[in-house]
């Protein structure tokens, strides 16, 4: 069974462009959840969506936006970048959204802003 | 406000000494718990999880105990052995203004010395 894969795995942008990253997540799961991690601050969460609704959202400003489609693949979106967006964004999915099944992350995609 | 803390960003274990790794939360809302583990450019690993309604939980080498009056808990590891070097990353689900959340630690590393 395929994990969660998150695509691309490096990206490199300037200040001031706008992202999009990728997340397929596992076979049959229709929860997926986004999260930001940076040295010393954790995973904080950005939002879970489930049934191409948005569930749960985090402490994030409106720049950092996402969707997911019929197949349950999600794709998070930051607009106007910063410098501190530079961080490791990992995708994580599950069975449903309200469960105690835990979640399967993919690899990430790390994100480096110039 | 972190409601769930790693008081400490790494820690360094003999090989076949005991591992304990501590995380504290603060909402009592929280009713089930997890510890992910995460090797350098992968994503986080489901290992052992605990409902609020049990105090230990026990897998193979690893166990998590539960002390819902403290709001503590801990994860062992015995013996650790040198693959167990890597960041742990504790978490907390509950339910609360209408959605189930999922809140993560700041993550411990652990140094496993052979």
């Known amino acids: 069974k395929a994990g969660v894969t998150q695509t691309p795995r490096y990206l490199i942008k300037t200040r001031g462009q706008q992202v999009t990253l990728s997340c397929s997540p596992i076979?049959?799961?229709?929860?997926v959840s986004w999260y930001q991690q940076t040295p010393g601050q954790g995973l904080q969460f950005l939002f879970e969506?489930?049934?191409?609704?948005?569930?749960n959202k985090g402490n994030f400003p409106g720049r950092f936006s996402g969707r997911q489609f019929s197949n349950s693949r999600s794709e998070m979106n930051v607009s106007t970048l910063e410098l501190g967006d530079s961080a490791l964004y990992l995708c994580?999915?599950?069975?449903?959204?309200?469960?105690?099944?835990?979640?399967?992350f993919g690899d990430g995609t790390r994100l480096s802003i110039l | 406000d972190q409601q769930v803390k790693q008081n400490s960003p790494s820690l360094s274990v003999q090989e076949g000494r005991i591992s304990i790794l501590n995380c504290d939360y603060t909402?009592?809302?929280?009713?089930?718990f997890l510890w992910y583990k995460k090797y350098p450019a992968e994503g986080p690993t489901f290992l052992i999880s605990?409902?609020?309604?049990?105090d230990k939980n026990e897998d193979g080498r690893f166990t998590v105990f539960l002390n819902k009056s403290a709001k503590h808990l801990s994860l062992h590891i015995v013996p650790s052995q040198p693959g167990d070097s890597a960041v742990y990353f504790c978490?907390?689900?509950?339910?609360?203004?209408?959605?189930?959340?999922?809140?993560f630690g700041q993550g411990t590393r652990l140094t496993i010395n052979p």
């Open positions: 994580a999915s599950s069975v449903g959204s309200n469960s105690n099944q835990p979640q399967h």
């Open positions: 605990i409902s609020s309604i049990k």
């Open positions: 076979s049959g799961h229709r929860s």
């Open positions: 978490a907390a689900k509950g339910v609360w203004q209408g959605a189930q959340k999922l809140v």
């Open positions: 909402n009592s809302m929280f009713d089930y």
């Open positions: 969506y489930f049934s191409e609704t948005q569930r």
